[in-house]
């Protein structure tokens, strides 16, 4: 058994790319296959939820926070649910495919990339709606655009990097520990809340809490997210070099997790 | 011959899977990379199992229910690693576990197709390039861009066999999938793997169907609790099975007579010449004498095309029997099966076999071609259990001036009209009479016999 290295999960990513990419595009299909608008619900869904904060936040409870904060809002949710959906779906990803475990020579690590790569269509298809609700706003004078922006393909492939290592894991360990899809649930659910997605984490008054929030691994993403778009600055030394940290990291956990349990999937599934 | 599959020593365990032991494994398996199973925590699948199967050799597991062919095959497959041995498969591989595994319900059998082909280890190209075969294989054109939930599983399983045998693998294993689909489509497989076999595609197949891995096979495996009982000729290895389940003891033929040349029943010898006799069976009754005799009853050992020929079998009735069935099978040389059939499958039913007796299989015109040829006799049950199997028990060869091709010279003439004519008839090219086929014997075969 070859020993997982750094280039290991590129290597597998190339050699299943079009298996890979064959069963991305059948995902995409057959979620909206049925569906009167189709495809369109992937631009439809978070342009509704943009639609949905400005709503809520300029009429019901106007926010103190910064302006204008629906963009805010946005700029940090879209990354968060890349994350997250990603995340949780992977835990179902191998099980939920045991035909494919058992009955074919099928390499099981292309599962958990697959629903990976499907969430990443979903989030980059949000982008341009993101981004001409920047340009709106942008017009009405309430931020002004950087050329920092052009830097968002970075982040985003570091965070695809995080987020594959951890579907890795949880895809693995969740066919042997079960329970790890509810403990999921509800951890991500918290996660939501000590990433600074509803807030700037400078107001936060009490300095352990903000140790705990820049303790959890979204926060530099989602930050950087911000600092790229809505502030218009280049992201902080500290939260690169974390965000690389964390992607490399989760990467090469995630690799050697599924490596050992591999050889366990087809006979505990 | 070079190998395609080496299995070597391979042993499998199972684990029993408990409400705690999955996170105990989960445990073992990250912290201490040791997933080496407690004999109480596991159930063996397979023992010890050893053979290699040769390149374009057609190769047979039977057994009964959780003997472990399926698990054996997986381990081929590679979808499951045996806890201690090794596998080793040459070439490129396709498993037909379940037809159709991996088929999405919601989108199309064309979209299908393609990821199905990808999953099988294709490229997007070429299976560009096979499209229109497996949509003509699988007969559902009409509804190929439909999505495969609408689908009957008739449809589901004949797209996905079309898939699965267009991937040009070197080792195609098939786990009981040739059950599937209508009459005509269980021949299309048939014929489809016989042509499989014809390119030399080595082929693996466990199934139920005994007569499959008869009439398919080149070699058979029967395992039993995981360890393998036999391994060798199908037929051979089909009968033992067989007996088993009608639980009698395979017994060691012995016969008084040695006028057929070998005593029978001798253990499966790898060195043994192809055409040397085979025999086993369980004693009940016996083919004392195998021979193959002219009108008057004397032996032949060479004869012209076209003779008139007698089998006669001389029948030893140790235990009287009601049920039972006398067969006959000729082979060429090179293994072709050239005519084979017995009493019941021209429907004599059996009424009583009591005493000794003589049993005369007469062909008033033995009509084949120069060459080689062996004799099987057998006298079994109607559901194939052996009381005495004699495998190539007489060799003949038929002799004759004419080089025409073929296994089978039916009887003809040329006729000729108008403007068509032809000088004479060179005499020295027709039928040979026995003398110089005995010749043309003598200078083919080389000298083999063991004692």
Request: charged share 20%; with cysteine.
């Amino acid at each position: 058994m070859p020993h997982a290295s750094l280039l290991m999960p590129l290597q597998v990513l190339y050699r299943h790319r079009q298996l890979i990419a064959a069963l991305t595009s059948r995902d995409l299909k057959a979620r909206y296959r049925g569906s009167i608008l189709g495809f369109f619900w992937s631009l439809a869904n978070p342009l509704l939820l943009l639609g949905v904060y400005t709503l809520v936040f300029t009429l019901f409870f106007p926010s103190k926070q910064v302006q204008p904060y629906p963009l805010f809002l946005f700029t940090g949710i879209l990354p968060w649910t890349f994350f997250a959906a990603a995340v949780l779906e992977s835990t179902t990803s191998v099980i939920s495919n045991a035909g494919l475990i058992k009955k074919v020579m099928f390499p099981a690590e292309a599962l958990p990339l697959v629903v990976v790569t499907s969430h990443l269509v979903h989030f980059v298809l949000a982008l341009p709606i993101l981004l001409l609700a920047a340009i709106a706003f942008a017009i009405h004078g309430d931020i002004t655009l950087h050329a920092t922006i052009a830097l968002f393909p970075f982040v985003m492939i570091l965070q695809t990097c995080f987020v594959a290592g951890l579907a890795m894991m949880v895809a693995s360990a969740s066919v042997l520990f079960r329970d790890l899809r509810d403990i999921l649930t509800n951890l991500i659910q918290l996660g939501f809340f000590i990433t600074p997605i509803l807030y700037q984490i400078d107001t936060i008054g009490s300095r352990p809490l903000r140790a705990l929030l820049r303790l959890n691994p979204m926060t530099p993403f989602v930050v950087t997210y911000q600092d790229l778009l809505f502030f218009g600055h280049l992201p902080g030394l500290a939260d690169t070099l974390l965000m690389i940290a964390y992607a490399f990291a989760s990467l090469s956990v995630g690799f050697v997790v599924f490596e050992r349990l591999r050889d366990v999937l087809a006979e505990a599934i | 011959m070079s190998f395609a599959i080496s299995v070597d020593h391979v042993d499998k365990s199972y684990r029993l899977w408990g409400r705690r032991s999955q996170f105990a494994t989960l445990k073992s398996a990250l912290l201490k990379r040791d997933l080496k199973l407690a004999p109480d925590a596991s159930v063996p699948a397979l023992r010890d199992v050893t053979f290699a199967v040769d390149k374009g050799e057609a190769f047979g597991i039977i057994g009964r229910n959780g003997s472990g062919k399926s698990t054996l095959l997986k381990i081929i497959t590679g979808i499951l690693k045996p806890t201690s041995g090794r596998v080793t498969v040459v070439g490129r591989v396709a498993a037909l576990i379940e037809l159709g595994a991996g088929f999405h319900p919601e989108i199309t059998g064309r979209e299908n197709v393609y990821i199905n082909g990808i999953m099988l280890g294709l490229s997007r190209r070429e299976i560009e390039q096979r499209f229109d075969k497996i949509v003509d294989f699988s007969g559902i054109r009409d509804f190929i861009d439909q999505p495969v939930k609408t689908y009957s599983s008739g449809m589901y399983v004949r797209l996905g066999f079309a898939v699965a045998v267009h991937v040009d693998p070197d080792v195609l294993l098939i786990d009981e999938v040739l059950s599937v689909g209508d009459e005509e489509f269980s021949a299309k497989c048939v014929a489809k793997i016989q042509e499989m076999k014809y390119r030399g595609v080595t082929l693996v197949f466990v199934t139920h169907q005994l007569d499959q891995v008869r009439n398919l096979c080149d070699r058979a495996l029967w395992l039993d609790h995981g360890a393998a009982v036999e391994i060798g000729d199908p037929t051979r290895v089909v009968d033992a099975y067989l007996q088993r389940v009608a639980g009698t003891q395979v017994s060691t033929v012995t016969t008084s007579d040695e006028s057929a040349g070998e005593r029978a029943g001798d253990p499966p010898d790898k060195e043994k010449d192809p055409m040397e006799e085979e025999r086993w069976g369980s004693g009940e009754v016996i083919l004392r004498r195998v021979a193959i005799t002219d009108p008057e009853g004397r032996d032949l050992v060479a004869l012209g095309a076209g003779s008139p020929v007698t089998i006669d079998l001389d029948v030893e009735v140790r235990v009287p029997q009601t049920d039972f069935v006398f067969g006959i099978g000729i082979y060429h040389a090179d293994g072709t099966c050239v005519y084979g059939t017995n009493t019941d499958l021209e429907g004599l039913l059996p009424d009583a076999l009591q005493s000794d007796g003589r049993v005369r299989f007469v062909m008033p015109s033995l009509d084949l071609i120069a060459g080689s040829y062996r004799v099987d006799a057998a006298v079994h049950t109607r559901n194939g259990r052996a009381f005495d199997y004699r495998r190539g028990c007489i060799r003949f060869v038929v002799g004759s001036r004419i080089h025409d091709i073929g296994v089978y010279r039916p009887q003809h003439d040329w006729k000729f009209d108008g403007g068509i004519t032809f000088r004479a008839v060179d005499n020295l090219k027709r039928n040979v009479p026995a003398p110089i086929a005995e010749y043309i014997r003598s200078a083919e075969e080389k000298p083999k016999r063991r004692k």
